[in-house]
C-alpha cells in the first residue's frame, strides 16, 4: 500500500526507485589463499584466507568471489558495503598495515585443500584445478602472470577499495560504501562473464608479520566476509502508474483544444 501510494503520489520525482530498491547480503562463493612459502600448495576449503607477509618475509594472498546472479540483470548498484573479520594474526610482533583490494581479471580455481597439523598457513599440495601461488588452475598449464598474479594482468591496475587492520580485537573491518566496491558490482552486473571476484594484498611490501587470516566462507562460526548491496532493478511501469502519468498530458490537451 506505502508504494503505491508512493507512486500514485509522485509519479515523476523518483518514486518507483524508493519503492524497488531492494538489498541483498552474501558470503563467497569461492575463496582461498595464494602461499609465497608454499607455492604449488593450496588452502580453499579452510576456515580462513591469508594476506600479508610472515615473520620470514613471505607473502600471501586472498582471493575471494561472490555470486551475484540473484541480481537481476540491468539493475543499477546504489552503494556497497563488505565485512571482514580477522580471526588470527602472528603471534609475536603483529604489524598493522593496509590492505588493497583488486578487481581480478582472470578466472582461477578456489580448490579443495586444508592444511595438516600444527602449519595453518601452510595448506597442503594442490591437485588438478587448484589456485596456487604459481598457478591459476594446477596441473593444465595456467600459470599466473607472475608468481602471485600481476598487476594489469591477472589483477586491475588501479586500487578498487582498502582498509586499515589492526588486529584480532579491532575486528570485524568494514569497507565503506564510498570506496570503488559498489563500480566493480556494477560491471560484474552488467558483465557476468567477468566475476572473478577480488585480490586482497597488503600494502606495506616488506614489512614482516602483516600477515592476517580473515575467517573464510566455511568458517563454523559464520564469520566470513559479507558483502551488503543495495540496489534498483530494472523495472517496467505498471498499467495504472502509466494512467497516472498520461493524465497531466491529457488535461494539457483539453486545456489547448478549449482555448
Request: with cysteine; hydrophobic share 40%; charged share 15%.
Given at each position: 500500500?506505502?508504494?503505491?501510494?508512493?507512486?500514485?503520489?509522485?509519479?515523476?520525482?523518483?518514486?518507483?526507485?524508493?519503492?524497488?530498491?531492494?538489498?541483498?547480503?552474501?558470503?563467497?562463493?569461492?575463496?582461498?589463499?595464494?602461499?609465497?612459502?608454499?607455492?604449488?600448495?593450496?588452502?580453499?576449503?579452510?576456515?580462513?584466507?591469508?594476506?600479508?607477509?610472515?615473520?620470514?618475509?613471505?607473502?600471501?594472498?586472498?582471493?575471494?568471489?561472490?555470486?551475484?546472479?540473484?541480481?537481476?540483470?540491468?539493475?543499477?548498484?546504489?552503494?556497497?558495503?563488505?565485512?571482514?573479520?580477522?580471526?588470527?594474526?602472528?603471534?609475536?610482533?603483529p604489524t598493522?598495515?593496509?590492505?588493497?583490494?583488486?578487481?581480478?581479471?582472470?578466472?582461477?580455481?578456489?580448490?579443495?585443500?586444508?592444511?595438516?597439523?600444527?602449519?595453518?598457513?601452510?595448506?597442503?599440495?594442490?591437485?588438478?584445478?587448484?589456485?596456487?601461488?604459481?598457478?591459476?588452475?594446477?596441473?593444465?598449464?595456467?600459470?599466473?602472470?607472475?608468481?602471485?598474479?600481476?598487476?594489469?594482468?591477472?589483477?586491475?591496475?588501479?586500487?578498487?577499495?582498502?582498509?586499515?587492520?589492526?588486529?584480532?580485537?579491532?575486528?570485524?573491518?568494514?569497507?565503506?560504501?564510498?570506496?570503488?566496491?559498489?563500480?566493480?558490482?556494477q560491471f560484474?552486473?552488467?558483465?557476468?562473464?567477468?566475476?572473478?571476484?577480488?585480490?586482497?594484498?597488503?600494502?606495506?611490501?616488506?614489512?614482516?608479520?602483516?600477515?592476517?587470516?580473515?575467517?573464510?566462507?566455511?568458517?563454523?562460526?559464520?564469520?566470513?566476509?559479507?558483502?551488503?548491496?543495495?540496489?534498483?532493478?530494472?523495472?517496467?511501469?505498471?498499467?495504472?502508474?502509466?494512467?497516472?502519468?498520461?493524465?497531466?498530458?491529457?488535461?494539457?490537451?483539453?486545456?489547448?483544444?478549449?482555448?
Open positions: 500500500m506505502r508504494c503505491s501510494l508512493i507512486l500514485l503520489l509522485l509519479p515523476f520525482s523518483g518514486g518507483w526507485d524508493a519503492c524497488l530498491a531492494e538489498s541483498l547480503s552474501l558470503q563467497p562463493n569461492a575463496d582461498t589463499t595464494l602461499i609465497g612459502i608454499a607455492p604449488d600448495n593450496n588452502l580453499g576449503t579452510a576456515e580462513f584466507f591469508n594476506a600479508g607477509f610472515n615473520g620470514r618475509g613471505y607473502e600471501s594472498r586472498a582471493l575471494f568471489s561472490f555470486d551475484l546472479t540473484s541480481i537481476p540483470p540491468g539493475s543499477t548498484i546504489n552503494q556497497s558495503t563488505l565485512t571482514l573479520d580477522v580471526i588470527r594474526q602472528p603471534a609475536e610482533n598493522d598495515s593496509y590492505f588493497a583490494f583488486y578487481r581480478m581479471l582472470r578466472p582461477w580455481g578456489e580448490g579443495t585443500k586444508t592444511y595438516p597439523g600444527m602449519s595453518p598457513g601452510m595448506g597442503s599440495p594442490a591437485t588438478l584445478g587448484d589456485a596456487t601461488w604459481n598457478d591459476r588452475f594446477y596441473g593444465m598449464s595456467l600459470p599466473w602472470a607472475a608468481p602471485g598474479g600481476a598487476i594489469g594482468i591477472d589483477f586491475a591496475s588501479s586500487i578498487t577499495a582498502e582498509v586499515a587492520v589492526g588486529g584480532i580485537f579491532e575486528s570485524p573491518y568494514t569497507l565503506p560504501s564510498d570506496s570503488g566496491l559498489a563500480t566493480d558490482l560484474w552486473v552488467d558483465h557476468p562473464d567477468q566475476n572473478f571476484g577480488w585480490m586482497v594484498l597488503t600494502e606495506s611490501t616488506g614489512f614482516l608479520n602483516t600477515a592476517r587470516a580473515f575467517a573464510s566462507r566455511e568458517d563454523g562460526l559464520g564469520r566470513g566476509p559479507l558483502l551488503n548491496i543495495d540496489y534498483t532493478p530494472v523495472h517496467e511501469p505498471s498499467i495504472l502508474s502509466l494512467v497516472f502519468m498520461a493524465v497531466p498530458a491529457m488535461f494539457g490537451l483539453i486545456r489547448f483544444r478549449r482555448r
